[in-house]
C-alpha cells in the first residue's frame, strides 16, 4: 500500500474509533436516563433513537433551555422563605441545602422576587456567591413590592428596571442568568416587557429571558422582539393542561420549558394521603386538587407511580421526575425542597429510564384516571 493509501486507511480506522466511541458515550447517556425523552408525547410512535440523539437539547448530562445550558434538574427555591408550604427557613439552615445542591451537581437555581418578598433571592444570592461561576441563577419579576407586600402586577418598563436593581444586589451578581416575567400584567403589553428585558440584555444585567404561566400567543409575540429562553409554568402528571399547545410551541420555537410543581407540590414525593386536611390559613387549602374529594380521586395516580416505583427500584419522587423528563428534551423540573435528602432522591430521577413502550403504557393508564380541582385544556390557551 502507498503512503496515501495507508493515510486513508488510518483515516477510516480514526473516524471508525470516533463514531464507534461517539455512540457508546450516547448509549451510556440513554442508559443514564438523561435522554430517554420522546419527543413528542408518549403516544408519537413515530419518535426514534435517531431523532433523540440528533436532538440539540441534548448534551452529556445537560439539557438546554434555548442556548442556556443547566443541569437536567434544577432546585426551585421557594419554600425556603416565601412560607408556601412550611414556615420560612432560617438562612443557615437552607444554604448547606443549596451548597450541598451544588455538590451533586445541580446548576440551575430557581427564585423569584416576590418569595419572602425578597428575601428568597437574598437566600439564594448568599448561599450561591462562592460558586457564582458554576450555577444559572433565575429570578422573576411582575408584582408591586413596594409596600413590602405582593401588591397587583407590575411590568411598566421603569418599574421592571427598578426590579432588577434590587434582584442584582439581592443576587450578590452582576447578572441575572435567566430573568422571568412572573405574571403578565394585563395593563402591559408583553412587547412592552420584551422590550425592556431585551434593553437590560443589552446592558448584559440579564442574559436570557423567560416567561411564566403565559398562553401560546404570548409566547409567540415576545419571543418576535426578544428569543424567549425558557416558560415555567405547573405541570405534572397531574396538571397536564399544558400539553394543549404550550408545551408543543415551545418546542417548535425552540424554547425550554421549566415546570413547576412536577411532584405536585409534594403529592407525587408521598408527602400526603387520602386522610389529609388543611388548616383554612394553609396555602394548601386554597388548592383545588388538595380538597379533600381531589386527593381522594388522585391516590389513584399516586397508586399507578408506587407501582412503577417499584418496578423500577425507585421512590415516588423520582418516578414524577423521570416521568416529566421523557416527556421532552428541553423540560427541565425544579422540585423544591428545604431538604437535602430530598435534593439527592429527586436527583436520582436521572437513573431511572423508560421505553417508549413502557411511556404509552403509563401514559394509558394516568388517562384512564378522572381528576378531580385541575385546569382544563383550555385554560393553556390564556394567560394566568
Ligand atoms: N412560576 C411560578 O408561578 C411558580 C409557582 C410555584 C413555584 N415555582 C417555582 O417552582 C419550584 C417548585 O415548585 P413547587 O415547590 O411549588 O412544587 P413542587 O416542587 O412540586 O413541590 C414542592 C414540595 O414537594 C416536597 N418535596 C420535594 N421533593 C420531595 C421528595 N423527594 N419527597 C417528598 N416530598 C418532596 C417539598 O417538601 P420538603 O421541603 O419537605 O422536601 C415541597 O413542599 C418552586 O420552588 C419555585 O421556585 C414557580
Known amino acids: 500500500m502507498n503512503k496515501k493509501g495507508m493515510i486513508s486507511k488510518q483515516k477510516k480506522e480514526t473516524n471508525k474509533e470516533i463514531n464507534r466511541r461517539d455512540f457508546i458515550s450516547k448509549s451510556a447517556l440513554l442508559g443514564a436516563g438523561m435522554a430517554v425523552a420522546p419527543l413528542a408525547f408518549a403516544n408519537d410512535k413515530k419518535t426514534s433513537i435517531e431523532n433523540l440523539l440528533k436532538s440539540p437539547s441534548i448534551n452529556?448530562?445537560?439539557?438546554?433551555?434555548?442556548?442556556?445550558?443547566?443541569?437536567?434538574?434544577?432546585?426551585?427555591?421557594?419554600?425556603?422563605?416565601?412560607?408556601?408550604?412550611?414556615?420560612?427557613?432560617?438562612?443557615?439552615?437552607?444554604?448547606?441545602?443549596?451548597?450541598?445542591?451544588?455538590?451533586?451537581?445541580?446548576?440551575?437555581?430557581?427564585?423569584?422576587?416576590?418569595?419572602?418578598?425578597?428575601?428568597d433571592e437574598d437566600l439564594v444570592g448568599e448561599a450561591l456567591a462562592p460558586v457564582r461561576e458554576q450555577v444559572v441563577i433565575a429570578s422573576k419579576f411582575g408584582f408591586d413590592l413596594t409596600s413590602g407586600q405582593r401588591g397587583g402586577r407590575n411590568s411598566k418598563p421603569e418599574f421592571i428596571k427598578q426590579a432588577v436593581e434590587g434582584m442584582l444586589k439581592r443576587l450578590r451578581t452582576d447578572r441575572i442568568d435567566l430573568l422571568y416575567l412572573h405574571r403578565l400584567d394585563p395593563n402591559v403589553p408583553v412587547e412592552d416587557v420584551a422590550g425592556t428585558v431585551k434593553e437590560l440584555i443589552k446592558e448584559g444585567k440579564a442574559l436570557h429571558f423567560g416567561l411564566s404561566e403565559v398562553s401560546p400567543s404570548t409566547i409567540r409575540r415576545a419571543h418576535a422582539v426578544q428569543t424567549v429562553a425558557a416558560v415555567q409554568s405547573e405541570y405534572s402528571m397531574i396538571q397536564r393542561a399544558l400539553e394543549n399547545q404550550v408545551i408543543d410551541t415551545c418546542g417548535e420555537l425552540g424554547i425550554g420549558f421549566v415546570p413547576w410543581g412536577a411532584v405536585n407540590r409534594g403529592f407525587l414525593g408521598d408527602k400526603f394521603n387520602e386522610y389529609s386536611r388543611f388548616s383554612d390559613d394553609s396555602r394548601f387549602a386554597a388548592v383545588p386538587y388538595f380538597a379533600p374529594e381531589a386527593i381522594k380521586a388522585h391516590m389513584e395516580v399516586l397508586i399507578l407511580v408506587r407501582e412503577w416505583a417499584r418496578k423500577k427500584n425507585a421512590t415516588?419522587?423520582?418516578?414524577?421526575?423521570?416521568?416529566?423528563?421523557?416527556?421532552?428534551?428541553?423540560?427541565?423540573?425544579?422540585?423544591?425542597?428545604?431538604?437535602?435528602?430530598?435534593v439527592k432522591e429527586n436527583q436520582g430521577a436521572l437513573s431511572i429510564s423508560f421505553t417508549h413502550r413502557e411511556l404509552k403504557e403509563f401514559r394509558d393508564a394516568l388517562e384512564k384516571i378522572p381528576l378531580v380541582g385541575v385546569r382544563g385544556p383550555e385554560t393553556a390557551l390564556v394567560d394566568q
Not at 421526575?321 to 421532552?328: D, E, Y
Request: contains cysteine; positive net charge; charged residues 15%.
Open 60 to 119: 452529556e448530562g445537560k439539557r438546554m433551555l434555548g442556548t442556556l445550558e443547566v443541569s437536567p434538574i434544577g432546585l426551585g427555591c421557594m419554600s425556603m422563605k416565601s412560607g408556601s408550604y412550611n414556615p420560612p427557613r432560617e438562612n443557615k439552615d437552607m444554604i448547606p441545602v443549596i451548597r450541598g445542591a451544588v455538590d451533586l451537581g445541580v446548576t440551575f437555581f430557581d427564585t423569584a422576587e416576590v418569595y419572602g418578598p425578597f428575601t
Open 316 to 342: 415516588p419522587a423520582q418516578i414524577s421526575l423521570a416521568w416529566v423528563l421523557a416527556q421532552k428534551p428541553f423540560i427541565v423540573p425544579i422540585p423544591g425542597t428545604t431538604k437535602l435528602h430530598h
